[in-house]
């Protein structure tokens, strides 16, 4: 009866100390999503900067948060560790989407020559990393979101300004010299110009510019020619 006792208690032990430790995992989980929606909510920084912060974020989330390494893989550059080729045995991978086309991945991985009962992903590790490229996705949508916003207001100011522009000139030439002030006005474009023909069958040449430096303009005389 003695030694049954120690043994039950010395299962029930162990069966506590796994619960703990898989609770304590589970935290470090939820602790990691976390960071990483407040990450991605923070107006203060760019993009680059969110995806920099966003990779280094990831392994402390993992069971061995010192061996596992992570990285991103996009359209606006890679950000995190360069992962080895071919691809690690132990291996996780998300996509990022914007409007459905894929514009990268999220990758994280063990090494291949890391030896470590524990170097294995669980099924809660695969959702962090799916729940991070999720998280990432609706960013993304929404600062796309934005963006749309913006040029939709900055189009409307142009076609304000030019329409207001044009009532107030008479002259050809005063309406042409107004536009192109409207449009510098607005930083529209980094270089301008506007080409006319002296007559219906005439060449066009150069009337007005911005930007151009002289060579270009000469070039684009020529051109015209």
């Known amino acids: 009866h003695v030694l049954r006792d120690v043994s039950e208690r010395e299962r029930l032990s162990r069966e506590r100390e796994n619960l703990v430790s898989s609770l304590n995992e589970r935290v470090k989980e939820l602790r990691g999503l976390h960071g990483v929606i407040n990450l991605l909510k923070d107006a203060r920084l760019d993009l680059p900067t969110k995806l920099t912060k966003l990779a280094a974020l990831l392994p402390p989330c993992f069971t061995l948060p010192q061996q596992a390494q992570a990285c991103i893989d ?20 998300a996509t990022i989407e ?4 894929l514009v990268g991945h999220i990758q994280v991985w063990y090494p291949d020559e890391l030896n470590h009962a524990l170097a ?27 963006e749309r916003v913006h040029r939709l ?21 005063d309406i042409l010299q107004a536009l192109l002030g409207v449009l510098r006005q607005h930083a529209a474009f980094p270089l301008l110009f506007i080409v006319l023909r002296d ?14 430096t002289a060579p270009q303009a000469t070039l684009l005389t020529e051109l015209l020619d």
């Open 199 to 212: 007559t219906p069958q005439g060449p066009l040449r150069l009337h007005l510019h911005h930007g151009l």
């Open 74 to 93: 996009s359209t606006w550059g890679h950000f995190g560790t360069t992962r080895p080729q071919p691809v690690p045995r132990r291996h996780l991978q």
């Open 120 to 146: 294995t992903f669980h099924p809660e590790e695969r959702e962090l990393v799916d729940s991070a490229a999720t998280q990432l996705n609706e960013m993304l949508q929404r600062l796309q979101a934005d």
């Open 153 to 173: 207001g900055s189009l409307y100011e142009m076609l304000s300004a030019t329409s207001r522009e044009v009532a107030r000139c008479r002259q050809r030439d």
């Open 98 to 101: 914007r409007n459905g086309i």
